[in-house]
């Protein structure tokens, strides 16, 4: 018979990263945790078994009820270890679902689950993130982007910037994935899709987003509007 462990607490590699809310998203319910960000679930599979976005086992992460249990993985993680099975953290589980550093993981679940906490911005962040455009004339485009909107002033019936982000506005919306995450971090999500917010669930939205476009645009014009090749 399998037993429950205890409660799951943040791991040493969480704790010395930043000073984020790992205690407070960990401390969550681990079922909750797994609704609140869609893991995979096989149809019929019992009600605390999840899909692990570790092995890709299809059911054999468990949810541990009670506030910060955590969860487990009974197959490919735990292989070789005492108990055949390996813990991780909500926060951990989260990050590897999404894809997403260990921190980019506690933000985002600390939204969701409506965590407020300061969020410190790491010098390396800072550099990554810092504009590339810091100059006196900044309100001036980058040269870059002046070659590319002179080359589609020579293109006859051309189309400008704002009418691609226009169109994108049109055919994209604030998703309920993308609701919930506003409402979060308590903003109104009416509000915020009437002042034009919109979100994107997963590649496939960014694919047929990608479709739309390339089938309507000359790839000039999707350089002209900041999108890559």
Not at 54 to 78: K, M, N, Q, R
Not at 109 to 138: F, N
Not at 195 to 203: E, H, K, L, Q, T
């Amino acid at each position: 018979m399998r037993t429950r462990l205890p409660p799951f607490p943040p791991t040493v590699r969480q704790e010395a990263l930043l000073p984020l809310p790992w205690k407070e998203v960990n401390a969550r319910e681990s079922q909750r945790v797994a609704e609140l960000i869609d893991l995979p679930k096989r149809e019929r599979s019992e009600r605390r078994k999840w899909g692990c976005p570790f092995c890709g086992s299809s059911d054999a992460l468990h949810a541990y009820p009670g506030p910060g249990a955590g969860f487990s993985c009974w197959s490919a993680c735990g292989a070789g270890r005492p108990k055949g099975c390996r813990g991780y953290s909500n926060a951990d589980v989260a990050a590897a679902h999404w894809r997403v550093s260990a921190e980019d993981g506690c933000r985002r679940l600390a939204a969701l689950l409506g965590v407020l906490h300061e969020d410190p911005v790491s010098p390396r962040r800072s550099r990554r993130w810092r504009s590339p455009v810091a100059r006196a004339d900044a309100g001036a485009p980058p040269p870059r982007q002046e070659a590319n909107l002179a080359a589609l002033e020579r293109i006859p019936g051309a189309r400008h910037p704002p009418v691609l982000y226009g169109d994108v506005l049109r055919v994209l919306s604030l998703t309920e994935r993308g609701r919930r995450y506003l409402s979060g971090r308590h903003l109104d999500s009416a509000a915020a899709a009437e002042y034009g917010f919109r979100s994107i669930d997963g590649p496939a939205g960014w694919r047929a987003l990608a479709e739309h476009l390339l089938g309507r645009y000359r790839a000039e014009e999707l350089t002209a509007a900041g999108f890559p090749r």
